[in-house]
């Protein structure tokens, strides 16, 4: 919810199912409280 992004996207971006936009990442570290480097460090 503080996201404002639907679970069911969510889950599917967990899932791997699912890619997320630069602005939907964006959107999950500040829910997250993280910076959005933080979020895909690793991610190739």
């Given at each position: 919810?503080r996201?404002?992004?639907?679970?069911?996207?969510?889950?599917?971006?967990?899932?791997?199912?699912?890619?997320?936009?630069?602005?939907?990442?964006?959107?999950?570290?500040?829910?997250?409280?993280?910076?959005?480097?933080?979020?895909?460090?690793?991610?190739?």
């Amino acid at each position: 919810e503080r996201a404002d992004l639907d679970r069911t996207y969510i889950s599917d971006i967990e899932r791997g199912t699912r890619n997320p936009g630069i602005k939907n990442v964006i959107r999950l570290a500040r829910a997250l409280g993280i910076p959005t480097a933080k979020l895909v460090e690793g991610v190739d």
